[in-house]
């Protein structure tokens, strides 16, 4: 008797998880089929199709990383230019004679853009992580979005072979809409 409840749990699993990717699997259909506002029929089959949820989780490891890629660039930047004017200040004190008169003007405007520079400097040195407030009071493990990435064949209307295609998409979390499509390309065979 518990074999079979097993069996039938189990069978219920697998059919909502089918369920949920044919959902998906229609969305992003749709999505490719529509071409302004016209939905045509490409004869579109999956040949792989991976579902992944992105969760609050995920969503705060990308801010995350992005604020450190940004922060680490700017820093950069800044030091960059600060170099550049370090240089530029050592050029003026080389110069003698009559050449001395304009090199202290550049000077002083060298040192002013660099102090400028090293100011701001600080202030991004300064940057602290902080979560996006609508994030604070959100379950990490909430789902937001779904991503699914697909490797499809296609038979265009005028075609007479089908093609290879490949592409990204991130869903809505019920799955009923597309929000975005990436990377979409055909992909050539050779043989």
């Keep these: 008797m518990k074999t079979f409840i097993l ?6 699993l697998l059919n909502n998880d089918l369920i949920a990717q044919s959902k998906e699997k229609e969305t992003v259909k749709k999505q490719l089929e529509t071409i302004d506002g016209v939905r045509y029929d490409f004869k579109i089959k999956f040949t792989l199709f991976e579902v992944e949820d992105i969760t609050v989780g995920d969503s705060l490891k990308i801010l995350k990383e992005n604020f450190k890629k940004n922060k680490t660039s700017k820093i950069e930047a800044f030091n960059k230019s600060i170099a550049s004017y370090n240089k530029k200040i050592l050029e003026q004190d080389q110069k003698t004679g009559i050449r001395a008169i ?3 003007a550049l000077k002083e405007l060298f040192t002013k853009e ?3 520079y090293e100011t701001k400097l600080q202030e991004v040195e300064s940057w602290q992580y902080q979560v996006y407030k609508p994030y604070t009071v959100k379950d990490t493990t909430e789902i937001l979005n779904k991503y699914v990435k697909t490797h499809f064949t296609a038979l265009k209307p005028g075609e007479k072979t089908e093609s290879l295609y490949k592409g990204e998409f991130i869903l809505d979390k019920l799955s009923e809409k597309c ?3 990436r990377n979409l390309k055909k992909v050539k065979v050779s043989f």
């Design 7 to 12: 069996l039938i749990v189990t069978i219920m």
């Design 102 to 104: 304009s090199a202290k």
């Design 114 to 116: 660099k102090t400028k």
């Design 179 to 181: 929000l975005k499509s």
